[in-house]
Structure formats: C-alpha cells, structure tokens
C-alpha cells in the first residue's frame, strides 16, 4: 500500500474515512467519565466540603430505588415558588427597611423552616413504625433494615445542631466545657461550628425536600409524609394565629396553599408511581 500522503491520491483514498466538509473543524471527542471516588477520598471530601457531607447524608442513596425526574423538578418548582409567595407577604405585610428588620425575617423563615424539620423528626419514627409494621411477613424486616440510613439522617442533623449550644450557650456546664479545652479547643469548636452551619442550613433543606430520606425504605414513604407534615404546620399556624397582621382572606389564601399544593402534587407522585413503576401503598405492604 503506499504512503498515505503520497501527492495525487484522491481525498478520502485509503483505509481512514475523509473529514465531512472538506476537512473543516470537527466536534471535539467526548471526554472520558471521571473514575469513581474511593472510600477515602469521600471521605476526606466530606471533611473540608460541608455541603457534599450534607447531600451525601440527606439524599436517598438506594442503588435499586425509582426516581421520576419530572415529580423532582416539579418539587423543587414548588419549593422555589413557595419562598416566593413567602417573601411576597412579608414584603407586602412586614415591610423590611432596616438591617434588623430584614433580620428578623432571615430569622422568622429559619425558625419556620427548623420548626417544620422539627415536627418531621417527631413524626418520622412513628411513621416509619406504622408502615413497618402494617406491612407482611418478610417486607416488615426489609423496611426496618432499610430505616437504619434514615434514622442516620435524623441523627446527623441533630449533632450538627448540637454543636452551637456547646459555643455559645451561656449556662455554667459549657461555660466549664469552653474553659477546659482552652483556646486550641476553641478554635477547633469555632472550625466545628462553622462546618456545622453550613451542613446544617443546607441539611435542612435537604430534609424538606427529600423528607429525610425515606425513599430509601421504600418510595411512597415520601409523599405520604410530606402532606401529613404540610397539614400539620398549617394546623399549628392557625392556631398559634401566625401573621395576625395579614388580612384574613390573604391570610387563609396563605395557609391553604401549601398543604393543598402539596397534596395536589403527592397524589401525583404517587399516580406516576403506581402506573408507571406500578409501585402503590398497597403493594408496599405486601396486600
């Protein structure tokens, strides 16, 4: 065979195909996937990146679990447009004009926002138990192995919560625990604590959005907690009377919205579940 470059060979002679369109500049080839990180190297990323600690900790993890990207991308529509409706009422009720004021609103959503983690956590071992243990035979065991990830979930928030009171609490038992470690271990504890917020203010919403992981135990887990969590805090507003200042029709507008929007869509999910992964509460239970 002659060389490849031997002057006179027609264009595209040879065993190699010509470049389409006269040699012009061709798509760059697609790069290799990025090897898998080791156990280590997890690790070690988890210790100096907060936030993949906290995805890794909050987001379902079960290799064999159904995923519908179109209900996510419409969770997180509705959790975005819930902060939008949120600040609205408070732009147009709680006028924000100074340093405080915008403080205290930062502040408001951070304890609405902990309150609702809070109750989910309440809530989350005897729901975990009722669905436990309503289900047949061999499946009560698989579900009770499976919540060991969850319960790890509710664990870690609880620990990185924890860690705040041990720097800044005023009584006399961190005060002597402050005094003892002295200043290296203060700023191992102010390092620990700046870890902690940035774990924890993203843990939550982790936990909101993907209700403390419990798709791991099985799919329909997350939708039926999410509304009993949705109508729960919409119950204790009303009664606390929370936002007095807003007029009763914005006001009632306000407190119906999420937990309808938020049953609207869990029915949905569980609709897609059931037709299209033919995954429903009764077959989770084994009836």
């Given at each position: 065979m002659?060389p490849?470059?031997?002057?006179?060979?027609p264009?595209?002679w040879?065993?190699?195909?010509?470049p389409?369109?006269g040699?012009?500049p061709?798509?760059?080839?697609p790069?290799?996937?990025?090897?898998?990180l080791?156990?280590?190297?997890?690790?070690?990323?988890?210790?100096y990146n907060?936030?993949y600690?906290?995805q890794?900790?909050?987001?379902?993890s079960?290799?064999?679990?159904?995923?519908?990207?179109t209900?996510?991308?419409?969770q997180?529509?509705?959790?975005?447009?819930g902060?939008?409706a949120?600040l609205?009422?408070?732009?147009?009720?709680?006028p924000?004009?100074t340093?405080?004021?915008?403080d205290?609103?930062?502040?408001?959503k951070f304890?609405?926002s902990?309150?609702?983690?809070?109750?989910l956590v309440?809530a989350?071992?005897?729901?975990i138990?009722?669905?436990?243990?309503?289900a047949?035979?061999?499946?009560r065991?698989?579900?009770?192995?499976r919540?060991?990830?969850?319960?790890?979930?509710?664990?870690a928030?609880?620990?990185?919560?924890?860690t705040?009171?041990?720097a800044?609490?005023?009584d006399s038992?961190t005060?002597g625990?402050r005094?003892?470690?002295?200043?290296?271990?203060?700023?191992?504890?102010?390092?620990?604590?700046?870890?902690?917020?940035?774990?924890?203010?993203?843990?939550i919403?982790?936990?909101?959005?993907?209700?403390?992981?419990?798709?791991?135990?099985h799919?329909?887990l997350p939708?039926?907690l999410?509304?009993a969590?949705?109508?729960?805090?919409?119950t204790l507003?009303m009664?606390?009377?929370?936002?007095a200042?807003?007029p009763v029709?914005a006001?009632?507008?306000?407190?119906l919205?999420?937990p309808v929007?938020?049953?609207?869509?869990?029915c949905?999910?569980?609709y897609?579940l059931r037709?299209?992964?033919?995954?429903?509460?009764?077959?989770?239970l084994?009836?």
């Amino acid at each position: 065979m002659p060389p490849q470059g031997f002057p006179g060979h027609p264009q595209g002679w040879g065993p190699y195909p010509s470049p389409p369109h006269g040699g012009g500049p061709q798509p760059p080839f697609p790069r290799p996937p990025r090897p898998p990180l080791t156990r280590g190297q997890r690790i070690l990323k988890c210790v100096y990146n907060p936030l993949y600690a906290a995805q890794r900790a909050f987001r379902p993890s079960r290799p064999d679990a159904v995923e519908d990207l179109t209900v996510r991308k419409i969770q997180m529509w509705r959790t975005g447009l819930g902060t939008a409706a949120w600040l609205v009422l408070v732009m147009s009720y709680k006028p924000v004009d100074t340093a405080k004021g915008a403080d205290a609103v930062a502040s408001d959503k951070f304890d609405q926002s902990w309150t609702s983690t809070l109750f989910l956590v309440c809530a989350f071992p005897f729901v975990i138990a009722l669905f436990a243990f309503a289900a047949q035979g061999a499946l009560r065991r698989l579900y009770l192995r499976r919540s060991v990830k969850p319960f790890g979930a509710v664990a870690a928030l609880m620990g990185s919560m924890a860690t705040f009171p041990l720097a800044v609490a005023p009584d006399s038992a961190t005060t002597g625990f402050r005094d003892a470690i002295g200043i290296p271990g203060m700023v191992v504890l102010i390092a620990l604590c700046t870890w902690s917020l940035g774990f924890a203010l993203y843990g939550i919403a982790l936990c909101l959005n993907y209700v403390f992981r419990t798709a791991d135990i099985h799919e329909v887990l997350p939708p039926l907690l999410a509304t009993a969590l949705a109508w729960v805090m919409a119950t204790l507003d009303m009664i606390n009377n929370a936002n007095a200042e807003v007029p009763v029709l914005a006001r009632i507008v306000f407190l119906l919205g999420a937990p309808v929007s938020v049953t609207v869509l869990s029915c949905w999910e569980l609709y897609r579940l059931r037709k299209y992964h033919n995954l429903s509460v009764r077959q989770a239970l084994g009836r």
